[in-house]
């Protein structure tokens, strides 16, 4: 949509003039194509209609046949029940020309469309309905920038325009499919056309929503997106056969192409998007084939019961199970000629969320395996150790249950454990990270696609054996059932980027506080990491600054990150190679190097030119590449025990948050150092010295941000102290050049409002004066706020009575 206001500057005249002359002689569309709408009226709002646009677009040299009347819906704009609204005047176009065609405006005919629309903001809408005149009118202006480049263009549709043939031209690439051949509804008989459409549409969508800053999640606005990608790598997979996981990224490159030097922010955010497109690709890619096999079958159920409706509990396992969005498995099923039983459905996912909090309220800790169970499993010969190589691998695994563990005991099966109960679950063989090396678990699903479901959300390896835990969603797993294994990709993800930036800045943290950093604790999990090491004094800013460059630095190599299992005794002579003290490792241990290959490394491990690599022994997982990284952001470093230092940092989109959220508190600074010297600026800074103390950014950028606060801070306070001091001194002259004055010399008392603000100290000092000064006077002042009604006094009385009219003036005030 292409638009512009006008606040003030011009309104319904110059509006209508500058339309139709842009149009007619700039564009040079035939003015007998052209039709233009205006605010008929309505009697039940109370609502004249707008003749007075009527009359301009007479003047503009409209034929009044070509002007019509317009209803509400179409030709008065309002924000909402209350607030800004006003007539509209629209202008329509006839594709096809030779004719009055009038009849057809605002009645959905695909070749009369509208192109413009001036919402003339002229009304506010108050709380009880009525409408009142804004002193300052405004016009804001809509164009339908691909309906006008179709007109331009003279194509029947938006979509044959080159606006969208560049994207239409990639798709064709990546695909390899057939050229866009503009078909519509049946005629589009593949639907490959139809394919073509939703993507473009979709990839600009996601496109900029992400560039700014909407990042695809289970919530919000943050669904949406995720909904709008989903629906669009369903239909690319579907109608061009492409596998998904770097589809919409590939196709980025030509949306900023076209459109990133009016945005220049497409240009600047491109690789995080095609980061955050692959992703999400990659996550649903791992459950679209299955959950699109048990569409089939949920399909064929709904057909076979004869009324031809999905049951809702199949629709909310498809969302549950497979991440289906419900609209996705709508066209689905209108493709199949099935609804939604949509009341079904929504009594699903309420089931669904209240299982989930009786979860929690019954839950009193994880299943865990003692000495005594490991002692039984030991002795079970059907149940072996867990085979995990899988963990670092990206993907699905299948696997067979070998030991199913509650209360205690080993069953067959879990159908006699209540659902709100958690179990653990022994395979063969597991994709899952249990818990180990400071990284945290997976969480996850344990599948039996159509059958049963275990959510597992804890992981844990006890002396070989990987439990998994959690709760059963549906159905029931019984000893030996073949299963899928589905960690939670979206979840590892973070998690990755958060271990390699641990690497990274472990290597950080020895080149610029030298050998004696020793590693002595880690955390890292989805939302940051946490790293602990030896280190005699806290780290200097200008040192903390250093450490983050120098992380930077390393991830913006986009350096490649190699691992392998190593004989011990050959790790131990890697060069700078970097290991816990006092940690016992296995034989073979595996190796984490970001920059090197191990290969090279291993030919000869002990070049000192490898001390200029991170090098590590881990057996955690990690990105194939630092640039998926994007950034890391020290948030906090802090003592935790005499000689131990701790640092608290995040990565990827984190990092990027936390920068996004230090840029608006810098304009949050910006805007208190101009406020003018006064109550206002004095209460900003109180507020935003709280926010500075609990905001969670740049440990760096926030001892910047303190410093800049306190030279603000420090003006204003010498600013309150020279006022305080101005106000004093005139409370002071008001009441001793009172006293002072020769036709006051033998006045004993005085009442007095003062020419300073609400100022308690200024009228205490005052009054201290004449205390040591004028102990004979009774003096009685007063000095009101207008800003906020607040009112500063004070009373001297001398030992001495005063006079009855004193006493009854005060008694008065």
């Given at each position: 949509?292409?638009?512009?206001?006008?606040?003030?500057?011009?309104?319904?005249?110059?509006?209508?003039?500058?339309s139709?002359?842009?149009l007619?002689?700039?564009?040079?569309?035939?003015?007998?194509?052209l039709?233009v709408?205006?605010?008929?009226?309505?009697?039940?709002?109370?609502?004249?209609?707008?003749?007075?646009?009527?009359?301009?677009?007479?003047?503009?040299?409209?034929?009044?046949?070509?002007?019509?009347?317009?209803?509400?819906?179409?030709?008065?704009?309002e924000?909402?029940?209350?607030?800004?609204?006003?007539?509209?005047?629209?202008?329509?176009?006839?594709?096809?020309?030779?004719?009055?065609?009038?009849s057809?405006?605002?009645?959905?005919?695909?070749?009369?469309?509208?192109?413009?629309?001036?919402?003339?903001?002229?009304?506010?809408?108050?709380?009880?309905?009525?409408?009142?005149?804004?002193?300052?009118?405004?016009?804001?202006?809509?164009?339908?920038?691909?309906r006008l480049?179709?007109?331009?263009?003279?194509?029947?549709?938006?979509?044959?325009?080159?606006?969208?043939?560049?994207?239409?031209n990639?798709?064709?690439?990546?695909?390899?499919?057939?050229?866009?051949?503009?078909?519509?509804?049946?005629?589009?008989?593949?639907?490959?056309?139809?394919?073509?459409?939703v993507?473009?549409?979709?990839?600009?969508?996601?496109?900029?929503?992400?560039?700014?800053?909407?990042?695809?999640?289970?919530?919000?606005?943050?669904?949406?997106?995720?909904?709008v990608?989903?629906r669009?790598?369903?239909?690319?997979?579907?109608?061009?056969?492409?596998?998904?996981?770097?589809?919409?990224?590939?196709?980025?490159?030509?949306?900023?192409?076209?459109?990133?030097?009016?945005?220049?922010?497409?240009?600047?955010?491109?690789?995080?998007?095609?980061?955050?497109l692959?992703?999400?690709?990659?996550?649903?890619?791992?459950?679209?084939?299955?959950?699109?096999?048990?569409?089939?079958?949920?399909?064929?159920?709904?057909?076979?019961?004869?009324?031809?409706?999905?049951?809702?509990?199949?629709?909310?396992?498809?969302?549950?199970?497979?991440?289906?969005?419900?609209?996705?498995?709508?066209i689905?099923?209108?493709?199949?000629?099935?609804?939604?039983?949509?009341?079904?459905?929504e009594?699903?996912?309420?089931?669904?969320?209240?299982?989930?909090?009786?979860?929690?309220?019954?839950?009193?800790?994880?299943?865990k395996?003692?000495?005594?169970?490991?002692?039984?499993?030991?002795?079970?010969?059907?149940?072996?150790?867990?085979?995990?190589?899988?963990?670092?691998?990206?993907?699905?695994?299948?696997?067979?249950?070998?030991?199913?563990y509650?209360d205690?005991?080993?069953?067959?099966?879990?159908?006699?454990?209540?659902?709100?109960?958690?179990?653990?679950?022994?395979?063969?063989?597991?994709?899952?990270?249990?818990?180990?090396?400071?990284?945290?678990?997976?969480?996850?699903?344990?599948?039996?696609?159509?059958?049963a479901?275990l959510?597992?959300?804890?992981?844990?390896?006890?002396?070989?054996?990987?439990?998994?835990?959690?709760?059963?969603?549906?159905?029931?797993?019984h000893?030996?059932?073949?299963?899928?294994?589905?960690?939670?990709?979206?979840?590892?993800?973070?998690?990755?980027?958060?271990?390699?930036?641990?690497h990274?800045?472990?290597?950080?943290?020895?080149?610029?506080?030298?050998?004696?950093?020793?590693?002595?604790?880690?955390?890292?999990?989805?939302?940051k990491?946490?790293?602990?090491?030896?280190?005699?004094?806290?780290?200097?800013?200008a040192?903390?600054?250093k450490?983050?460059?120098?992380?930077?630095?390393?991830?913006?190599?986009?350096?490649?990150?190699f691992?392998?299992?190593?004989?011990?005794?050959?790790?131990?002579?890697?060069?700078?190679?970097?290991?816990?003290?006092?940690?016992?490792?296995?034989?073979?241990?595996?190796?984490?190097?970001?920059?090197?290959?191990?290969?090279d490394?291993?030919?000869?491990?002990?070049?000192?030119?490898?001390?200029?690599?991170?090098?590590?022994?881990?057996?955690?997982?990690?990105?194939?590449?630092?640039?998926?990284?994007?950034?890391?952001?020290?948030?906090?470093?802090?003592?935790?025990?005499?000689?131990?230092?701790?640092i608290?940092?995040?990565?990827?989109?984190?990092?990027?948050?936390?920068?996004?959220?230090a840029?608006?508190?810098?304009k949050?600074?910006?805007?208190?150092?101009?406020?003018?010297?006064?109550?206002?600026?004095?209460?900003?800074?109180?507020?935003?010295?709280?926010?500075?103390?609990?905001?969670s950014?740049?440990?760096?950028?926030?001892?910047?941000?303190?410093?800049?606060?306190?030279?603000?801070?420090?003006?204003?306070?010498?600013?309150?102290?020279?006022?305080?001091?101005l106000?004093?001194?005139?409370?002071?002259?008001?009441?001793?050049?009172?006293?002072?004055?020769?036709?006051?010399?033998?006045?004993?008392?005085?009442?007095?409002k003062?020419?300073?603000?609400?100022?308690?100290?200024?009228?205490?000092?005052?009054?201290?004066y004449?205390?040591?000064?004028?102990?004979?006077?009774?003096?009685?002042?007063?000095a009101?706020?207008?800003e906020?009604?607040?009112?500063?006094?004070?009373?001297?009385?001398?030992?001495?009575?005063?006079?009855?009219?004193?006493?009854?003036?005060?008694?008065?005030?």
């Open positions: 949509m292409l638009g512009n206001w006008s606040f003030g500057d011009y309104f319904k005249k110059e509006a209508i003039h500058y139709w002359e842009l007619t002689q700039v564009y040079g569309l035939d003015p007998s194509r039709y709408t205006y605010f008929e009226g309505n009697q039940e709002g109370r609502l004249e209609p707008d003749l007075e646009a009527k009359e301009l677009w007479k003047a503009a040299g409209v034929p009044e046949d070509h002007i019509l009347p317009g209803n509400m819906k179409d030709n008065f704009w924000m909402g029940d209350q607030g800004p609204c006003g007539p509209c005047s629209e202008i329509h176009y006839d594709r096809v020309g030779g004719r009055n065609a009038a057809l405006v605002n009645q959905d005919d695909p070749n009369v469309i509208e192109i413009w629309n001036n919402v003339f903001i002229q009304y506010n809408r108050e709380s009880d309905g009525s409408l009142r005149s804004l002193p300052n009118k405004h016009v804001d202006t809509g164009m339908g920038f691909e480049v179709s007109v331009l263009q003279d194509k029947s549709s938006n979509y044959d325009t080159d606006v969208f043939s560049p994207l239409f990639t798709i064709r690439d990546i695909t390899g499919s057939r050229e866009y051949q503009g078909r519509f509804g049946s005629e589009d008989s593949d639907g490959i056309d139809t394919a073509y459409r993507i473009a549409d979709h990839v600009r969508t996601l496109m900029f929503a992400i560039s700014d800053g909407v990042v695809p999640n289970n919530e919000g606005r943050g669904y949406v997106i995720r909904r990608l989903r669009g790598a369903r239909y690319a997979r579907k109608y061009f056969g492409v596998e998904i996981g770097c589809f919409f990224s590939k196709i980025v490159p030509t949306v900023v192409d076209q459109l990133g030097d009016m945005f220049p922010e497409l240009r600047h955010k491109q690789q995080d998007v095609m980061e955050i692959d992703e999400e690709e990659i996550s649903f890619a791992k459950t679209l084939d299955r959950g699109e096999r048990q569409f089939e079958q949920y399909a064929q159920k709904a057909k076979a019961t004869g009324d031809h409706k999905l049951h809702g509990a199949d629709v909310w396992r498809l969302y549950d199970t497979f991440g289906f969005p419900v609209d996705l498995t709508r689905m099923a209108e493709e199949r000629g099935l609804e939604i039983d949509e009341s079904q459905f009594d699903a996912r309420a089931k669904a969320k209240e299982a989930s909090r009786g979860q929690k309220k019954t839950t009193t800790g994880n299943v395996l003692d000495v005594h169970d490991l002692g039984k499993l030991d002795k079970m010969s059907d149940v072996p150790k867990t085979d995990d190589d899988a963990k670092f691998e990206r993907g699905n695994v299948t696997a067979q249950i070998k030991a199913i509650h205690k005991a080993f069953l067959a099966s879990t159908q006699s454990i209540p659902e709100s109960e958690q179990l653990g679950v022994l395979l063969n063989r597991t994709n899952f990270y249990a818990e180990q090396g400071g990284q945290e678990n997976d969480t996850g699903r344990i599948i039996i696609d159509g059958r479901e959510d597992v959300v804890d992981v844990q390896n006890y002396a070989g054996y990987v439990l998994h835990t959690g709760y059963m969603k549906y159905g029931s797993l000893v030996d059932d073949t299963v899928i294994c589905e960690y939670d990709e979206l979840r590892r993800w973070p998690i990755r980027n958060n271990h390699t930036g641990t990274i800045l472990n290597f950080a943290l020895r080149e610029v506080l030298g050998n004696g950093v020793e590693q002595k604790g880690s955390l890292v999990s989805s939302e990491l946490r790293f602990d090491f030896s280190h005699k004094s806290p780290i200097t800013d040192d903390l600054a450490i983050e460059d120098l992380s930077t630095e390393y991830i913006r190599r986009n350096c490649s990150v691992s392998r299992e190593v004989p011990l005794i050959t790790a131990r002579k890697i060069a700078g190679v970097r290991a816990v003290f006092g940690e016992t490792y296995p034989d073979p241990v595996r190796v984490v190097s970001v920059g090197a290959d191990l290969e490394i291993l030919k000869n491990p002990e070049d000192p030119g490898w001390e200029n690599v991170s090098i590590e022994f881990c057996g955690g997982t990690h990105v194939q590449k630092t640039g998926d990284i994007k950034d890391l952001v020290v948030l906090e470093e802090s003592g935790i025990a005499k000689g131990i230092r701790r608290i940092a995040v990565t990827g989109e984190d990092a990027h948050e936390v920068q996004r959220i840029r608006d508190f810098e949050r600074l910006d805007h208190l150092e101009a406020l003018p010297s006064g109550p206002a600026k004095e209460q900003n800074a109180k507020q935003i010295q709280v926010e500075l103390n609990q905001l950014i740049s440990a760096v950028q926030k001892s910047k941000f303190r410093e800049r606060f306190n030279q603000i801070n420090k003006k204003i306070i010498d600013e309150q102290k020279a006022q305080q001091k106000e004093s001194k005139k409370a002071l002259e008001c009441i001793t050049s009172y006293f002072e004055a020769p036709e006051n010399a033998n006045k004993s008392w005085l009442i007095a003062l020419p300073i603000s609400a100022n308690a100290k200024a009228v205490s000092e005052s009054l201290a004449i205390r040591t000064k004028l102990s004979d006077k009774t003096v009685y002042v007063l009101p706020s207008i906020d009604g607040r009112v500063a006094h004070g009373c001297y009385m001398p030992k001495v009575s005063c006079s009855p009219m004193v006493r009854m003036r005060l008694h008065e005030i």
